[in-house]
């Protein structure tokens, strides 16, 4: 099946504690980008990546890191969670991104205490 | 500058009846696509229109994009109780992203 999958997708921590969240995809898709999602705001691009290796920044990248080494895999990195990174974040995946439909994975709820 | 934007923000109606939502954006685009988001779950890509193309549909889904006027509607037909959640329009930013709006909340009562 189709899937992008995201873990974990319920998550409490605290302030200062690194954490991981891992995106995955199996439709050999070039295009991957992550987003936040807060209410009032819709969903806010914080990262994407055109290819293997091809990272570029999208409108909210402070406080997060994200990287491609493989095709499939697309991790968001937090080095220093701060309570202003709670939200509900959403990783996705296209063919490319001109006229491709995204498919987004199910979301991780991030609270930071 | 922000791209899509949704209206009304929230649109409730009886089962049966037809739902429209209306997306705005501000500079010319190539293409617009349309999202449905059931709560707290990810988004589910509906429809894609292109700007060659004035109308478009999908089972009971009908889209329109007037590129005159910059904006696109989305209508549900003969809505149903699982047609309640958010719409999403998205429009292209450069040529590596999109935008995506804040959203627009169908409630379907049954």
């Known amino acids: 099946e189709a899937q992008v999958t995201q873990n974990p997708r319920y998550l409490i921590t605290v302030t200062g504690k690194k954490l991981t969240v891992t995106c995955s995809q199996n439709?050999?898709?070039?295009?991957m980008s992550w987003y936040r999602q807060d209410p009032g705001l819709g969903l806010r691009q914080i990262y994407y990546?055109?290819?293997?290796?091809?990272?570029d920044k999208g409108d909210v990248p402070e406080g997060y890191k994200v990287s491609r080494k493989e095709k499939r895999n697309f991790p968001l990195i937090l080095e220093s969670p701060s309570p202003n990174q709670t939200s509900l974040y959403f990783c996705?995946?296209?063919?490319?991104?001109?006229?491709?439909?995204?498919?987004f994975g199910p979301g991780t709820r991030l609270t930071v205490l | 500058s922000q791209q899509g934007e949704e209206d009304p923000q929230a649109l409730s109606i009886q089962e049966g009846e037809n739902a429209t939502m209306n997306c705005s954006y501000k500079t010319s685009i190539n293409n617009l696509q349309w999202y449905r988001q059931n709560s707290g779950r990810g988004l589910v890509h509906l429809i894609l229109?292109?700007?060659?193309?004035r109308e478009k549909h999908s089972g009971r889904l009908r889209v329109t994009l007037d590129t005159s006027k910059k904006s696109s509607s989305l209508l549900i037909t003969a809505s149903r109780a699982a047609d309640t959640a958010s719409y999403f329009c998205a429009t292209p930013t450069g040529a590596n992203n999109l935008f995506f709006g804040t959203g627009t909340r169908l409630t379907v009562i049954p």
């Open positions: 229109i292109r700007s060659n193309e």
């Open positions: 439709m050999n898709h070039e295009y």
């Open positions: 996705a995946s296209s063919l490319w991104i001109g006229e491709n439909e995204q498919f």
């Open positions: 990546s055109m290819n293997v290796e091809v990272t």
